[in-house]
């Protein structure tokens, strides 16, 4: 009987300490009229990252109520930043009228929400786990007032920018006064010009100081360092229904948080968060250029220039002795009329022209008009009005009828820009400036060639079969009417009827050769062997996929041969051949210096970026190695070697599935190797190898004699002895340089991580690279640190002689027991 008495008092207990427990927990994250906050306590979210109470930052005296995540350093919303608190006797509580208050220890409001009452019910404040602070009707259940719609100089996931179209009411932030004070400080951040938006930065609210330029659904035009990660998430609304038009950001990822901030010095500061802990930050600054109008009107401004200010051709500066004296407000004039409105007045004078400026920051104030590219010019040209046109894939055709008011000349981005001028100018430049005359020749002679060679084309494969046509599995993959088509003749020509002494290199699929056509253009001919087993497969993929993408960083495709049972792709010829051809040659190595290596090290990097998140497809490479990077005559790194890519739908860390595991041993990472997943992060797993390779000057697969790794292994080894200075290779060592090279070591840990989605995003990647992000993580654990076996080792050897210069194909079928003894036998494919 004791025993059920016990039992009972427990259960009891038990059931009280859960009510108990529950009300707590539903109480927590709320402000009622009987239960305020009075410093210094604190209220904490349900999730338990976002905490709200009162807070004294660095170096002051003055007491606010703020919203914070995780710790009083990472602020995000001050609700009294211009009325602060100068005792600790202060209370934020639910007012009688209904308002959240805080009131001083005097018992005087000194900040209140400040809206009107409509109803005698009662009102609950409640924290989220947003970070959104909402007040809330308890008889409706209606949100009268929010914190995220009265934002301070900080915006986390789901807050908006807005402005709204019939009240011109916004939603707009302020910078802090300086890093300890939260007051109202000298810039403010809103969304203007809403037909093509763009966020505008204030200075004392009525100078502008700087804009990003049109939003295009992807990036800011004008905002060329704000790169695609930078910009993940990002959404524009044009009207919710109530007239307001508002951008906004989000996180599809698990465990990841964001702080987006306006730094009192008018540049803008990204935080990001993994685990609840800092991952990195990045600061997008501006340049002299980027200060809105810093060369006047029709002045183009160039910060990789001196002076950085110059006038476009066909103008001069406005007044010439201040431009000497590098004021350039003043802007820029034309030195002669446009003659539009003669032409229309049926004068016989030639209609005015175009000059065509590329990577430019677009004018203030675009007109957006829509349509098709070809429309752009025509239509601006009608209109006597329309100074230069622009235009953009998404966005369609933009015009400009002001002053062209705050124009930058970008390094790399940036649109093409046409400006209008009189028809002399272009003219008494020989043609030269004639860029839309010679652009629309070359696409009309490019149709009319296309045309005829998609019906030879045409005529060919739906003819029946003879011996002398190729046999395609499936002909609607080929897509070669896309591309120009050579004959055999021409091309045994250009080999010199595929001549040993021009091969270039011979990988999985057959021989590469050097050419030159009649008209002197050097080419690279990739000859499909007869004997490859996959070859046709392979072929109809590099076809389809690499003549959709076009990319400094990329090899250009320049067309095919399907003649006499061959396939042949063409491709732009590189001088300097492919990266291991100097990377591993202990004399050509040499000429790479650091400068040289770290410009093919990011330029592999922006070749990634645009295959995974910029082009038209989302195209993961899957056999990124050395002798896949091919280098101009510059030493430009283009990537090459599409055979194996595959077009993804997935998100960055999605996972494919193949049982065919395809690609070159020791650039795999692990859970392709064994599991035959592929991903985002699998490209990145090979970009790390390269990485490490060319900072040591050394092959991954260079340690099979070694007692202890792989070049990974060997690289890991050394970071956790930290002594991961002896991995730089002695011939480029420079301690001037020394921690960029370092650096470049820690992104190539990252990316080579033994997990998947602990690698960053090669967006990530090229932030860190060109240290905007300038905290790095530190590495977990890499992948195949295992040490090798004898099999292994003569397996990896028998694979690099079967090829002439080291890029073999190596294919493991996906049969789940062959992975299961693999791991069972800790093997490693290097």
Not at 751 to 757: H, K, L, M, S
Request: some cysteine; proline content about 4%.
């Amino acid at each position: 009987m004791g025993f059920h008495n016990h039992a009972n008092l427990l259960l009891i207990f038990l059931l009280i300490f859960s009510i108990f427990s529950s009300v707590l927990s539903s109480v927590d994250d709320t402000i009622t009229p009987s239960k305020p906050i009075r410093d210094p306590n604190t209220i904490t979210s349900k999730n338990g990252d976002i905490k709200l109470g009162f807070f004294t930052p660095e170096n002051s005296a003055n007491r606010y109520v703020a919203i914070w995540y995780i710790s009083q350093s990472y602020n995000i919303w001050v609700a009294n930043r211009d009325q602060p608190l100068n005792d600790s006797s202060s209370v934020f509580k639910i007012n009688e009228d209904g308002n959240l208050v805080i009131l001083n220890a005097q018992n005087r409001v000194i900040w209140s929400t400040d809206i009107s009452i409509s109803s005698n019910s009662t009102r609950t404040a409640q924290i989220l786990d947003s970070g959104n602070l909402i007040l809330r009707d308890d008889e409706t259940g209606e949100t009268v007032w929010d914190s995220y719609s009265h934002p301070s100089g900080s915006a986390v996931p789901g807050m908006k920018i807005a402005t709204n179209r019939i009240t011109l009411k916004k939603i707009e932030y302020t910078s802090w006064k300086n890093s300890t004070d939260p007051s109202s400080g000298y810039f403010t951040a809103s969304l203007e010009r809403l037909d093509t938006p763009e966020v505008f930065f204030w200075r004392n609210k009525t100078h502008p100081y700087w804009r990003t330029g049109p939003w295009n659904g992807r990036v800011f035009l004008g905002a060329p360092r704000m790169l695609t990660e930078y910009l993940a998430g990002w959404e524009f609304q044009k009207d919710d229904g109530h007239g307001n038009s508002y951008l906004t950001y989000n996180y599809g990822k698990q465990n990841t948080f964001g702080i987006l901030r306006m730094t009192s010095n008018g540049t803008l500061q990204y935080i990001n968060f993994y685990n609840k802990t800092e991952a990195y930050r990045l600061e997008v600054g501006q340049n002299v250029c980027d200060f809105y109008g810093t060369c006047g009107a029709f002045g183009n401004c160039d910060a990789f220039s001196d002076p950085i200010c110059s006038c476009f051709e066909g103008f001069r500066p406005r007044d010439a002795e201040a431009w000497s004296a590098k004021n350039w407000t003043g802007g820029c004039v034309r030195t002669a009329e446009l003659r539009c409105e003669e032409v229309k007045n049926g004068s016989e004078v030639q209609q005015d022209e175009f000059l065509l400026f590329n990577n430019m920051k677009v004018p203030d104030f675009a007109e957006l008009s829509g349509g098709e590219q070809d429309k752009c010019r025509p239509d601006c040209l009608a209109n006597c009005s329309c100074l230069a046109y622009a235009y953009d894939l998404t966005i369609g055709c933009m015009y400009w009828s002001r002053d062209l008011i705050d124009l930058q000349k970008f390094e790399k981005r940036g649109v093409d820009l046409f400006i209008r001028v009189p028809a002399e100018l272009v003219k008494s430049k020989g043609g030269k400036g004639n860029m839309t005359l010679i652009i629309a020749i070359s696409v009309a002679i490019g149709a009319v060639t296309l045309a005829v060679c998609s019906y030879i084309l045409w005529r060919k494969l739906t003819a029946k079969p003879t011996g002398s046509q190729p046999q395609f599995k499936d002909q609607k993959q080929m897509k070669l009417d896309e591309l120009p088509l050579f004959s055999f003749e021409t091309l045994a020509t250009a080999t010199k009827g595929f001549h040993l002494g021009n091969v270039l290199g011979k990988g999985g699929f057959g021989p590469v050769y050097k050419g030159e056509l009649e008209d002197g253009q050097e080419i690279a001919v990739k000859r499909l062997s007869k004997s490859s087993g996959q070859g046709l497969e392979e072929f109809m993929n590099e076809v389809v996929v690499i003549s959709k993408l076009q990319h400094r960083n990329l090899v250009r495709l320049l067309g095919c041969c399907v003649e006499r049972e061959e396939q042949i792709l063409v491709y732009e010829f590189m001088p300097n051949k492919s990266l291991d051809a100097f990377l591993f040659d202990p004399l050509q190595k040499k000429i790479l210096d650091w400068r040289k290596r770290f410009n093919i090290i990011e330029g592999i990097a922006r070749g990634i970026l645009y295959l995974h998140r910029d082009s038209r497809l989302r195209i993961i490479h899957r056999d990124l190695k050395a002798s896949n990077i091919l280098l101009d005559g510059e030493m430009i790194p283009k990537i090459s070697d599409f055979g194996l890519a595959r077009i993804f739908k997935g998100g960055e860390d999605d996972e494919a599935n193949t049982i065919r595991v395809v690609g070159t041993y020791g650039y795999m990472p692990p859970e392709y190797a064994m599991e035959g997943l592929f991903s985002e992060k699998s490209d990145v797993y090979s970009f790390g190898v390269l990485l490490l390779e060319i900072v040591s000057g050394r092959r991954n697969t260079s340690f099979r004699n070694d007692d202890s790794l792989s070049l990974i292994g060997f690289a890991w080894k050394l970071w956790t002895e930290e002594n991961i200075i002896s991995l730089i290779d002695p011939d480029i060592w420079d301690p001037s340089v020394e921690s960029t090279m370092l650096r470049c070591i820690h992104i190539g840990l990252l990316c080579v991580q033994e997990i998947p989605r602990e690698r960053p995003a090669i967006s990530t990647v090229v932030l860190m690279l060109i240290s905007e992000i300038t905290q790095l993580p530190p590495p977990g654990q890499v992948a195949f640190v295992q040490k090798h076996n004898a099999k292994s080792s003569e397996s990896s050897q028998k694979s690099q002689c079967s090829s002439n210069n080291n890029v073999t194909l190596s294919e493991v079928h996906g049969s789940p027991f062959i992975f299961h003894q693999l791991l069972a036998l800790k093997y490693t494919l290097f």
